[in-house]
């Protein structure tokens, strides 16, 4: 590092934004992630021992991914380099690698090459890194708030460990900003500051688990507000709530998030659990959902969860559906709302459900003969071919029901479906047993 590179380094830890200077420079100080970086973990062992191999770090934004390979490029004896795939193409993909091939061949030393938000790379340029990860010139590290499984090389994937962050917890967030507060070298340690605990909780509550922008928050509030006469900065609640942004909805309409809010969502309607339901939805439009997405899955829901156990479901859902066509939002959200309350609070089946996906294996996987007298016999010839002839018109006998059969032979014995004791459907299964006690 020349003295040039040396004194930008010095002005970010000095007056660099907060988040950034109270990055941790150790694990001993690293925040969260307990499940992957907690002592006697795999991670936190590679770590120390410097044997890290290739690795997907995945997770919301301010989670500490970012932080957790600057930790690493301090502990680690391999050569450690960057790239940002927002700003990288093949170029810089093909110069890193050549850094790489180099040292190795040189000096045998490997290198760990971080890719934030690697995502961001297409099919093209992550097939570039594979060989080298491969055959262990390269150690990667990507970065990425998408679910990996869906946006990274399959190839990639399966020649790295995957590690999830989870969002950082208020606790935490609290014990990061207090440090802040405390801290004479990188925070403001230095300077008589009074935040009140209320006013914390207003920036941590506004975070959304994101420690960065809690101590931007922070920092906008020390830094805006002028000391009293006694030289204290005072931050109460109503600088705090200045200092936050609205809370951003974590929702990609594209991404990980939108699958895992709608699997929520059906998940509580099945559950029948209309508070979480009308929650996630909430969600949802608030994310900017295309409502007619959402109508989609609760009419499915509705056949799907609720059945015939209430056979209503499906034609509150579709009328939903329909209704939404006509009116769209906002005012739409009040007729989804009701379809999903109804679709949750309603009694549950899956009985058709399971039935059609059953028949639906014999059907693939057999192509069994119609027995004759379920054949067509309205054409000329057809009584000459067997075709109907011994057909029962159930509408001709007792309880307008016979009993024949309507199966192929192999399969004459089958139950595809299996009604349930739940709402209407313990009607109809209580109508079934009757009509086979005829």
């Known amino acids: ?150 946006e990274v090389n399959p190839a990639l994937i399966s020649r790295s460990l995957v590690f999830e962050f989870k969002q950082i917890t208020n606790d935490d967030i609290k014990s990061v900003l207090k440090k802040a507060l405390l801290d004479k070298e990188r925070g403001y340690g230095d300077k008589d500051i009074l935040v009140s605990e209320s006013a914390l909780d207003i920036i941590i509550d506004n975070s959304n688990g994101d420690i960065r922008k809690a101590l931007s928050a922070l920092e906008l509030g020390v830094e805006t507000t002028l000391p009293e006469e006694n030289q204290i900065v005072k931050i109460d609640d109503d600088i705090a709530q200045e200092c936050i942004q609205n809370k951003k909805i974590v929702y990609d309409k594209n991404g990980d998030n939108h699958y895992d809010t709608i699997s929520a969502f059906i998940k509580s309607m099945r559950g029948s659990d209309p508070d979480a339901a009308v929650y996630w939805l909430a969600k949802m439009i608030k994310g900017g959902e295309d409502p007619k997405f959402i109508g989609r899955r609760i009419i499915i829901c509705a056949s799907e969860d609720v059945g015939n156990a209430d056979p209503r479901a499906l034609e509150v859902a579709v009328n939903a559906f329909k209704a939404i066509e006509i009116i769209g939002m906002p005012e739409g959200r009040i007729i989804l709302a009701q379809a999903a309350i109804y679709i949750a609070c309603a009694p549950k089946s899956n009985a058709s459900y399971i039935a059609i996906n059953r028949a639906m294996v014999d059907a693939d996987k057999n192509s069994l003969e119609i027995p004759s007298h379920l054949r067509d016999k309205s054409y000329s010839g057809a009584t000459k071919l067997n075709r109907g002839v011994s057909y029962k018109y159930p509408h001709d006998y007792d309880k307008f029901y016979v009993k024949q059969q309507y199966l192929p032979d192999n399969l004459s014995n089958t139950n595809y479906y299996e009604p349930k004791e739940s709402g209407y459907e313990a009607r109809m299964k209580k109508f079934l047993d009757y009509l086979k006690l005829s």
């Open 1 to 150: 590092m020349n003295i040039f590179d040396l004194q930008y380094e010095n002005s970010i830890k000095k007056k660099g934004p907060l988040a950034e200077r109270m990055r941790p420079l150790s694990l001993e100080y690293f925040v969260g992630q307990k499940h992957i970086v907690g002592e006697g973990k795999i991670l936190n062992r590679a770590i120390i021992s410097d044997k890290l191999s290739s690795a997907i770090f995945y997770g919301p934004p301010g989670t500490g991914k970012t932080t957790l390979a600057k930790i690493i490029a301090e502990k680690t004896k391999n050569n450690f380099t960057t790239l940002n795939a927002v700003t990288s193409g093949i170029k810089d993909i093909k110069e890193k690698i050549k850094f790489a091939v180099d040292e190795l061949s040189i000096y045998n030393k490997r290198t760990i090459l971080f890719i934030d938000e690697i995502h961001r790379f297409n099919k093209a340029q992550q097939d570039a890194l594979l060989p080298y990860v491969e055959n262990g010139t390269i150690i990667l590290i990507g970065a990425t708030t998408e679910n990996p499984y869906f």
